[in-house]
């Protein structure tokens, strides 16, 4: 059962921009927050955005000032906008909700993952 659905990866030059997005499906009831982390190759996967489900956000230091989630709540949405994207920034990026389905308790979901590939 596919919870969490995200779209918008691709292969873009450096200094491009990209806009990934997550949708929870309809079995999602509540959601405290949602995140976007990434895998590169051979590494493990790290934070890159939070958003709760007031409005906070947080980021990772590597890309502050050049990504932006939001959130849509009633339509159960999370977006990350890339800009000045950097070959590191290269990996499979994942969506991530704290979140409540139906008859269920609050625990994480997980997404498929998008590929993002930045050249130089």
């Known amino acids: 059962q596919v919870h969490l659905v995200e779209s918008g990866g691709g292969l873009v030059q450096a200094g491009g921009s990209l806009r990934l997005s997550c949708r929870a499906s309809?079995?999602?009831?509540?959601?405290?927050?949602m995140s976007w982390y990434r895998q590169a190759p051979g590494k493990q996967r790290e934070l890159v955005a939070t958003?709760?489900?007031?409005?906070?956000?947080n980021y990772a230091d590597s890309v502050k000032g050049r990504f932006t989630i939001s959130r849509i709540n009633v339509e159960n949405m999370v977006y990350l906008q890339m800009n000045s994207l950097k070959p590191e920034d290269t990996g499979v990026y994942y969506c991530?909700?704290?979140?409540?389905?139906?008859?269920?308790?609050?625990?994480?979901?997980w997404g498929q993952g998008t590929q993002v590939t930045v050249s130089s």
């Open positions: 958003i709760t489900s007031g409005g906070s956000t």
């Open positions: 991530n909700a704290y979140a409540r389905a139906v008859l269920a308790q609050f625990r994480e979901y």
């Open positions: 309809e079995m999602i009831v509540s959601i405290k927050s």
